[in-house]
């Protein structure tokens, strides 16, 4: 019993108090057959007369004989009703604060396969969009902690508001199903900083997904090595391709 209680606890406010209406519902249809059996011929018809009759839709084709049973319907639509329609407000308002949550950032991500990027830059940008190009039903999350909300409509790009290293985000983006993690470099700080917390992520990455596949934007040469050391699958120097692209360019 303890168990149980403990489960329905667990459950979300939108499900314990849909529980709560049916199992009104159900108490009330069962009652109802037991005080006119001969009316309602099984629970079922006192089930369905119970939810026409909180609804307030009132179809007459199965009503109450006796005084007694007037009553229940009259206990019936003062409390049925109140519930009704105290349960679709909820849904409504539950409906708009998770809409508000997914676009601040706020909502975990419950699908796998996922490709989580990590920082947002103009690279994390244009990697978004040729993504998107290729297959618009790539299922992306973003994790960033400077962005104030997603600054995506498509449906199938999913925003993680927070810091990466922290295993409450990672877990939110659910790394653990992931394809694929890319972490890219932060601009606003300095290329040694930026390295420094490429591999801080990495690490807290790798720490709640061993087996994650990490792709790592790296900027000093001095932290590639490190990035290696902390699990990197793969590692884009930045620097090595911006220099070769000078190279190859001055004639």
Request: charge should be neutral.
């Amino acid at each position: 019993m303890k168990s149980i209680t403990l489960q329905y606890l667990r459950l979300p406010p939108i499900a314990r108090l849909l529980i709560i209406v049916f199992s009104v519902l159900v108490l009330f249809g069962i009652t109802i057959r037991i005080l006119e059996p001969t009316n309602f011929q099984s629970v079922f018809d006192g089930i369905y007369w119970a939810i026409v009759t909180a609804a307030t839709v009132g179809y007459g084709d199965l009503v109450p004989k006796t005084s007694l049973g007037k009553m229940m319907t009259i206990l019936l639509i003062l409390t049925g009703s109140t519930f009704i329609t105290y349960f679709f407000v909820q849904v409504a308002g539950y409906t708009v604060k998770r809409q508000a949550g997914l676009i601040k950032g706020d909502v975990a991500f419950g699908k796998s396969g996922q490709i989580v990027i990590i920082g947002w830059n103009e690279r994390t940008k244009d990697l978004i969009e040729q993504i998107h190009n290729r297959n618009p039903e790539e299922k992306i999350v973003l994790i960033d902690r400077t962005l104030p909300q997603n600054p995506y409509h498509y449906g199938n790009i999913h925003f993680i508001h927070g810091k990466p290293y922290e295993d409450l985000t990672l877990q939110k983006a659910n790394v653990t199903e992931a394809e694929k993690v890319i972490l890219t470099a932060n601009n606003q700080v300095s290329e040694e900083q930026s390295d420094m917390d490429a591999i801080l992520t990495l690490l807290a990455v790798k720490g709640v997904c061993p087996k994650a596949h990490t792709i790592v934007e790296i900027l000093t040469p001095g932290q590639y090595e490190n990035a290696k050391r902390a699990g990197a699958d793969h590692i884009i120097h930045t620097s090595n391709i911006v220099s070769s692209a000078f190279f190859e360019n001055l004639g």
